[in-house]
């Protein structure tokens, strides 16, 4: 596969990575340790050298099951992982002091079974903590060796300069598809003046899309689309024109939607890397075939003129949920 460096951080990695917290949170009852081990060891195999988790997935779960899973070849992939939410669970809100931080770098070590954090996220901005006290808090483990780059998820404007300042950001994670473009607004042109990756997570839209889900899709218990406004019937009724226009595209080009998708998202910036998530190895193996699709520049015309003919319904994330982003 291609490789793509993260903005000017020199950090080198896969065209496409791998979201791994479906494989045993978020969605559902998630996969067995042993399905999530194959998987991740078939992605390798096929090229995907960019492996993305938490510890709020779990909390901490997610972490051990890629632990293992790359053990065998950690020294060629990009391990990242994040802090941020108190005691590793969400719904206890944000908490980035600099002793949890250190903490949780620690913790991540272990249950990576690694002795440095490729990538370290903070998960959400903590509106309590100094944005330069985060960033320092991360020198330092940069300093000691137990973490090689820093990264901001969900972060606003002010907030990537305030810590591009203290420590050198290499990369931005946050949603970003065909389906919800936010970030093209203030967001991608900050990373492009500083020099900094972006990493799109959601890149198929939660799996919307792929062209696979509609009105009468039932999620699992567990499943967090259960809770989100755009996944209401209603919203994924009135989506469906979104996903019938990328549909007639990928046709034409030979491809399927998601990979249509994720394209699109390679095309925007060289420094851009989806993360798609899924559990199943033709998908995953289907969403790899996307780094060879190629559209020109009348095809990413074209997608524009479509998608500019549909208004995307619902909100992404429910109320309490939406106040942690864009800090």
Known sequence: MQQRELGRSGLQVSAIGLGCMGLSYGLGSGVSGDDGINLIRAAFDRGVTFFDTAEAYGPGANEELLGEAVEPFRDDVVIATKFGFRDGRPSEGVDSRPERIRQVADEALSRLRTDRI?????????????????????????????????????????????????????ALQSEYSLWWREPEQTVLPVCEELGIGFVPFSPLGKGFLTGKIDENTEFTSGDFRNVVPRFSPEARRANMALVERVKAIADRKNATPAQIALAWLLAQRPWIVPIPGTTKLHRLEENIGA???????????????????????????????????GR
Do not use: W
Request: no cysteine; aromatic share 4%; hydrophobic share 40%.
């Open 291 to 325: 780094a060879n699709v190629q559209l020109t520049r009348d095809d990413l015309s074209e997608i524009e003129r479509e998608l500019s003919q549909v208004k995307v319904e619902g909100e992404r994330y429910p109320p309490q949920m939406a106040e942690m982003v």
């Open 118 to 170: 490729d990538l370290f996220y903070q998960h959400r901005v903590d509106p309590s903590v100094p944005m330069e006290d985060v960033a320092g808090a991360v020198r330092d483990l940069i300093a000691e060796g137990k973490v090689k780059h820093f990264g901001l998820s969900e972060a606003g404007a002010e907030s990537i300069r305030r810590a591009h300042t203290v420590q050198p950001v290499a």
